[in-house]
C-alpha cells in the first residue's frame, strides 16, 4: 500500500506570507496526487489535481508541483480564507485512493 | 447542477448494521466511479470503498475489508454502503465522492452523513 505523508502538521502563518506544504509518497505515484482544502464543519474541495492541474474555480495564488514521490501545494499569497486544513490523495493505482495526515495552517 | 446527497446516517450498536445510501443528480452516473470517505470527529479523510461504474469492481482497505459492502443502482442514480459488525472506530462522518475516471481526484463531494458507534 503506498502511504502518503504530509509536512508539516500544523503552520503559522500571516496573511500575505507564501505557504509550502509538503507531500511524500512511500512509492512513486508519477504524477497522480491531488490537494483539498478543509474548512472545519465543510466538505473536502478539490484545489490541485494531477499535481500541478488547478481546478476550475480555485484561485491562481494556488499552485502544486513535483512528481514521483515528492509534491509541494503553494500558497503565494495567503489571504483570510485560505486558513483550513489541506490534504493531499495519490490516486496511483486503479480504484484505490490514499490521503495524508493533513496540514493545518492557521494564524 | 451536480449534486450528492447522502443518507442513512444514525446510532448504533457495536456489532451492529447500518446501510448508507447517496442518491446522485447532474451527470451522468452509471459512466463513472463512486467512492465512500468517512472522516473521524478531529481526525483526516480516509478512503472505505470505490466501485467502478458498471458496479462489476469493487475496492477496500484492508480497515473495512469483509465488513463493508459498496452497491450502485444506476437505474436509479443511487450509491450505497453496507456496513456490518459494526465497531467503535467506525464512529466518522462519511461522505459519498465522485471522481471523474477510476483513478482520479475526487471533484465532487455530498454533504456526508453522520454515523456514530456506540455501546
Known amino acids: 500500500d503506498i502511504q502518503m505523508t504530509q509536512s508539516p502538521s500544523t503552520l503559522s502563518a500571516s496573511v500575505g506570507d507564501r505557504v509550502t506544504i509538503t507531500c511524500r509518497a512511500s512509492?512513486?505515484?508519477?504524477?497522480?496526487l491531488a490537494w483539498y482544502q478543509q474548512k472545519p464543519g465543510k466538505v473536502p474541495k478539490l484545489l490541485i489535481y494531477?499535481?500541478?492541474s488547478l481546478e476550475s474555480g480555485v484561485p491562481s495564488r494556488f499552485s502544486g508541483s513535483g512528481s514521483g514521490t515528492e509534491f509541494t501545494l503553494t500558497i503565494s499569497s495567503l489571504q483570510p480564507d485560505d486558513f483550513a486544513t489541506y490534504y493531499c490523495?495519490?490516486?496511483?493505482?486503479?480504484?484505490?485512493?490514499?490521503f495524508g495526515q493533513g496540514t493545518r495552517v492557521e494564524i | 447542477e451536480v449534486q450528492l446527497l447522502e443518507s442513512g446516517g444514525g446510532l448504533v450498536r457495536p456489532g451492529g448494521s447500518l446501510r448508507l445510501s447517496c442518491a446522485a443528480s447532474?451527470?451522468?452516473?452509471?459512466?463513472?466511479?463512486m467512492s465512500w470517505v468517512r472522516q473521524a470527529p478531529g481526525q483526516g479523510l480516509e478512503w472505505v470503498s470505490a466501485?467502478?461504474?458498471?458496479?462489476?469492481?469493487?475496492y477496500y482497505p484492508d480497515s473495512v475489508k469483509g465488513r463493508f459492502t459498496i452497491s450502485r443502482d444506476n437505474s436509479r442514480g443511487t450509491l450505497s454502503l453496507q456496513m456490518n459488525s459494526l465497531r467503535v472506530e467506525d464512529t466518522a462522518i462519511y461522505y459519498c465522492?465522485?471522481?471523474?475516471?477510476?483513478?482520479?481526484?475526487?471533484?465532487?463531494w455530498g454533504q456526508g452523513t453522520m454515523v456514530t458507534v456506540s455501546p
Open positions: 465522492a465522485k471522481s471523474r475516471s477510476v483513478a482520479d481526484a475526487f471533484d465532487i
Open positions: 447532474g451527470f451522468t452516473f452509471s459512466s463513472l466511479a
Open positions: 466501485i467502478s461504474g458498471s458496479g462489476g469492481t469493487t
Open positions: 512509492h512513486t505515484i508519477s504524477r497522480w
Open positions: 494531477d499535481a500541478s
Open positions: 490523495q495519490q490516486y496511483n493505482s486503479y480504484l484505490t485512493w490514499t
